[in-house]
């Protein structure tokens, strides 16, 4: 995978955490972010991939595409740190989220009704 794509695929990771970042500061679900949640780990598989395609380059392409097979190399790991960073940023929202969410089935009704079935 070439720089340019790779360059593409952390714009594409960009946007779909952007719009999951927005999507939580909103209070929407984590089950209706599906499609965004989808792009970015597409976008977070592409650089892997491209990661592994210049780490595990045949010497042939390397005497060929050298420059090219480094600079992809650079810019995958560059990317793989941000998308490290926002994957960081995820398990927190995550986390945030659903400790917001269990505080509100154990202060519900719901939750009273549940420990008396579990009891009987």
């Given at each position: ?37 989808g ?24 005497l060929?595409?050298?420059n ?9 790991f560059?990317a ?14 995550i ?7 269990l ?18």
């Amino acid at each position: 995978m070439d720089p340019a794509t790779i360059g593409v695929a952390i714009t594409a990771a960009n946007t779909a955490f952007n719009a999951i970042k927005r999507g939580f500061q909103a209070g929407r679900e984590i089950e209706s972010m599906g499609k965004d949640l989808g792009r970015w780990m597409t976008a977070l598989s592409d650089i892997d991939n491209a990661e592994k395609s210049a780490k595990n380059a045949s010497p042939l392409r390397k005497l060929f595409k050298g420059n090219e097979i480094q600079a992809s190399a650079i810019e995958a790991f560059t990317a793989k740190k941000k998308l490290e960073a926002q994957r960081q940023e995820l398990k927190t929202f995550i986390k945030h989220n659903m400790e917001k969410e269990l505080d509100n089935l154990i202060m519900s009704n719901n939750f009273d009704r549940w420990k008396n079935v579990k009891k009987n």
